[in-house]
C-alpha cells in the first residue's frame, strides 16, 4: 500500500550538497564525514509524512511511494532550506565577538545564529542566512516501515523531537510518559513537549497526553561529600 500523508513511516537519509554530505541517519556515514554527534541518534527517523518533519521536498517525495522504497530526490531552494537573502549578512564590529573573529567560525549575535564570513579591519562580516540557504541539495533515502502500533508512534515522535526512549504507558485513550526530573531543565524538552502532546493527539487515538516526573527516596536522597 502506498505512503500517504499522515503515515507514520521510519526513513533513513543522507542528505548531500555538492556531494559534501551535512546530514545522515548511519551512524558509520556520519562518523566517516566528520559530522558525528555523539549525542545524535542514529538508525533511522520515526516521522508524520506531510507534517514537516523533513525539508518540504523530501516530505513530498515520500507520497505515493512503499514501503522498502530506496531512492534519491534533488531539492531546490525554496523546497530545501530556503533562498539566500543579501540583507541577512551584516557587518559587526570586532569588538562585539568575546574571541579574535576568524572566517567560517560560527558566532550567536543577539541570540542569532551566524557564521564569520569575512573580517576587514575593524568590522566582521557575519552570514546570517539558515545553513544552506541557497543550495540544491540532494538526499538519498530508504522507507524502512510504515509503523501502525500506537505506543511506537509516540516513542517515534518523543525520539525525533529528544532523541531519547521513554518510560510510556497507553490505557484507552490515554498516554502517561514518564519523565526523569532532570529533564524537566532541558530546554529542548521545554520548548518540544507541547508540540509533541499536540502531534500526538492530532495523529493518532489518544486523547491526552500526561506527563509524569517521578520521585524516588534515592534521586532526593542527599549527595554525599565523594560525590
Known amino acids: 500500500m502506498s505512503i500517504v500523508n499522515g503515515d507514520f513511516i521510519k526513513v533513513s537519509y543522507t542528505g548531500k550538497s555538492d556531494d559534501r554530505i551535512f546530514d545522515t541517519t548511519d551512524e558509520e556515514t556520519a562518523k566517516a564525514n566528520n559530522i558525528y554527534n555523539e549525542k545524535g541518534k542514529y538508525g533511522g527517523d520515526i516521522i508524520i509524512v506531510g507534517?514537516?518533519?523533513?525539508?518540504a521536498g523530501?516530505?513530498?517525495?515520500?507520497?505515493?511511494?512503499?514501503?522498502?522504497?530506496?531512492?534519491?530526490?534533488t531539492i531546490p531552494p525554496e523546497k530545501?532550506?530556503?533562498?539566500?537573502?543579501?540583507?541577512?549578512?551584516?557587518?559587526?564590529?570586532?569588538?562585539?565577538?568575546?574571541?579574535?573573529?576568524?572566517?567560517?567560525?560560527?558566532?550567536?549575535?543577539?541570540?542569532?545564529?551566524?557564521?564569520?564570513?569575512r573580517v576587514i579591519g575593524r568590522m566582521?562580516?557575519?552570514?546570517?542566512?539558515?545553513?544552506?540557504?541557497?543550495?540544491?541539495v540532494t538526499y538519498d533515502y530508504e522507507i524502512i516501515e510504515k509503523i501502525e502500533d500506537t505506543e511506537a508512534k509516540v516513542q517515534g515522535l518523543l525520539g525525533l523531537y529528544i532523541g531519547r526512549a521513554f518510560s510510556i504507558k497507553v490505557n484507552d485513550g490515554t498516554v502517561t510518559v514518564e519523565i526523569e526530573p532532570?529533564?524537566?531543565?532541558?530546554?529542548?524538552?521545554?520548548?518540544?513537549?507541547?508540540?509533541?502532546?499536540?502531534?500526538?493527539?492530532?495523529?493518532?487515538?489518544?486523547?491526552?497526553?500526561?506527563?509524569?516526573?517521578?520521585?524516588?527516596?534515592?534521586?532526593?536522597?542527599?549527595?554525599?561529600?565523594?560525590?
Open 51 to 55: 507534517s514537516g518533519h523533513t525539508v
Open 58 to 73: 523530501l516530505d513530498e517525495d515520500f507520497a505515493g511511494k512503499e514501503v522498502g522504497y530506496k531512492g534519491s530526490v
Open 80 to 117: 530545501a532550506f530556503g533562498h539566500r537573502n543579501p540583507e541577512l549578512i551584516e557587518s559587526i564590529p570586532i569588538t562585539r565577538f568575546k574571541d579574535r573573529p576568524q572566517v567560517g567560525m560560527p558566532v550567536e549575535i543577539d541570540g542569532r545564529p551566524g557564521i564569520i564570513i
Open 124 to 136: 566582521a562580516q557575519v552570514d546570517f542566512n539558515r545553513f544552506l540557504a541557497g543550495q540544491t
Open 182 to 227: 532532570e529533564l524537566t531543565y532541558n530546554q529542548r524538552w521545554l520548548m518540544s513537549k507541547r508540540q509533541i502532546a499536540k502531534e500526538i493527539i492530532n495523529n493518532t487515538e489518544i486523547k491526552e497526553v500526561n506527563y509524569l516526573e517521578r520521585y524516588t527516596g534515592e534521586i532526593l536522597a542527599p549527595k554525599t561529600a565523594s560525590e
